[in-house]
């Protein structure tokens, strides 16, 4: 089983910045990909970044640019900064981890961080 704890989100103004943390807990797995979606109101949850165990990232359009995944493979944690924030990034920000558990693959999802771009 693997637990996943995020934090960073709040209110900023257009134009900020806040960085997202997840970290990963667990025993007996691996991590292939760690990731980050967001679900707006109203609105299907989406893939805004996502980094796998070989450093490959994959952005969507929306957000190239302008967010930045990183992870730190000692401390299972993935960060996204989001710079140049604008008012529809505002969404339910979900970290996703993708765990090896013996021969399985696994996705795990975080409790969700809400993001609000606003005046």
């Known amino acids: 089983q693997v637990q996943l704890v995020e934090s960073g989100g709040g209110l900023v103004q257009p134009g900020g910045s806040l960085r997202l943390s997840c970290a990963a807990s667990?025993?007996?797995?691996?991590?292939?990909?760690m990731g980050w979606y967001r679900q707006a109101p109203g609105k299907q949850r989406e893939r805004v970044a996502v980094?796998?165990?070989?450093?490959?990232?994959d952005y969507a359009e929306s957000v190239k640019g302008r967010f930045t995944i990183s992870r730190d493979n000692a401390k299972n944690t993935v960060y996204v900064q989001m710079d140049s924030l604008k008012p529809e990034d505002t969404a339910v920000y979900y970290c996703?981890?993708?765990?090896?558990?013996?021969?399985?693959?696994?996705?795990?999802w975080g409790q969700g961080t809400q993001v609000t771009v606003s005046t």
């Open positions: 996703k981890c993708l765990a090896r558990v013996g021969i399985y693959e696994y996705d795990y």
């Open positions: 667990g025993s007996g797995f691996s991590i292939n990909a």
């Open positions: 980094i796998n165990k070989y450093d490959d990232i």
